[in-house]
């Protein structure tokens, strides 16, 4: 019974998919209160990014061109090596960010329906955090793409815009960790998680990526325990739940 | 300004492959034939990622996000709203991290 009702959802699903302004307005509103926490990390980039030696301009070039903010910390630190180790610090980032490539596979049934232009104009915007809270939104039942695209445009304004003034200000920024900020995106992610929990049939997944999650993030350097954990997580849940 | 030709360099390759990474998923599943098996897998895949991010913060850091956590679910569950849950759970952290 289980199956027929997943597979008849799937099929719905994936129709009626629109793209549309209002979708865009929904998502932007959805995020500012994460857009705020992203403000006050992109502060730390910038101040950050200046001790790093890097120039104004070029820390407005890394926020607005790379926008993916882990991978932008890692680059700084790496930053600081004479000469500047450029292709290091390339395919860490790459590495970094593998993780989206799950994100971007999950994305797939929604933007089967769209030019696909518009599908890889959105993904450029898609970080964590918007991609999230899509996901939550099509869960419940939204059907419009350009949430993702609002969502993440949001985040983007705030991110280059907050690296710039952290740059300018220097030092006179605070630690949002001080704030208890940093948690900010734990709790997000949390609440959003629980929305998604349809029951017992999640419990085996969420548990093995968890484990996985953990595992790799003690033993293995950067973020390869959120590529390792969402896949042992979700091919857990396909094998499962397909039976 | 020719000093700053790698730092420019560093920053478009860094921009090139993570735009890589963004796409990449989008791309590879084109070749993969829609199945039940695989629209089960892609259905799995945010709450195992979603997971994945927070459990090392979670489970694995300390006490005070171990109960702050705790603290947002619940709120996050009576509430159904991720807004006053994450406001309620930074301030469960901050008030933890000084009391534990």
């Known amino acids: 019974m289980d199956k027929a009702n997943l597979t008849a959802s799937a099929d719905t699903t994936s129709k009626n998919i629109t793209f549309t302004l209002s979708g865009a307005l929904l998502g932007a509103r959805r995020t500012i209160p994460i857009a705020i926490s992203v403000f006050a990390i992109g502060l730390v980039f910038g101040v950050l990014a200046r001790q790093a030696k890097l120039s104004i301009l070029e820390s407005f070039l890394m926020s607005g061109l790379v926008f993916a903010g882990a991978s932008q910390f890692v680059a700084l630190s790496l930053w600081i090596a004479v000469p500047l180790p450029v292709i290091t610090i390339i395919l860490t980032t790459l590495v970094v960010n593998l993780r989206h490539l799950l994100m971007g596979a999950s994305l797939r049934p929604w933007f089967s329906q769209l030019p696909l232009s518009k599908a890889y104009a959105s993904v450029f915007f898609m970080v964590d955090e918007s991609w999230a809270l899509s996901m939550s939104d099509f869960a419940a039942g939204g059907r419009d793409m350009a949430f993702l695209l609002g969502s993440g445009i949001t985040l983007f304004v705030a991110w280059v815009s907050s690296a710039v003034i952290g740059h300018a200000l220097g030092s006179t920024i605070q630690d949002p960790a001080q704030w208890g900020l940093d948690f900010a995106f734990t709790a997000v992610f949390l609440a959003l998680l629980a929305g998604m929990w349809k029951g017992k049939s999640d419990l085996l997944p969420w548990a093995v990526a968890a484990i996985v999650a953990v595992a790799a993030a003690h033993w293995l350097p950067g973020k390869w325990y959120i590529l390792l954990g969402g896949l042992a997580g979700s091919v857990t849940g396909a094998m499962t739940n397909a039976q | 300004m020719p000093n700053d030709t790698p730092a420019l360099l560093t920053i478009l390759g860094m921009a090139f ?42 489970l ?12 947002t679910v619940l709120v996050a569950w009576r509430t159904k709203n991720v807004l006053v849950a994450m406001i309620v759970g930074v301030a469960a952290v901050w008030i933890l991290r000084h009391l534990l």
């Open chain 2, 60 to 71: 694995a850091s300390s006490l005070a996000e171990t109960l702050a956590s705790l603290v």
């Open chain 2, 17 to 58: 492959v993570t735009y890589l990474t963004r796409a990449g998923g989008l791309w590879l599943m084109s070749f993969v034939t829609p199945s039940p098996r695989v629209e089960a897998w892609l259905r799995q895949i945010p709450g195992a990622v979603l997971v994945a991010i927070i459990a090392p913060t979670v």
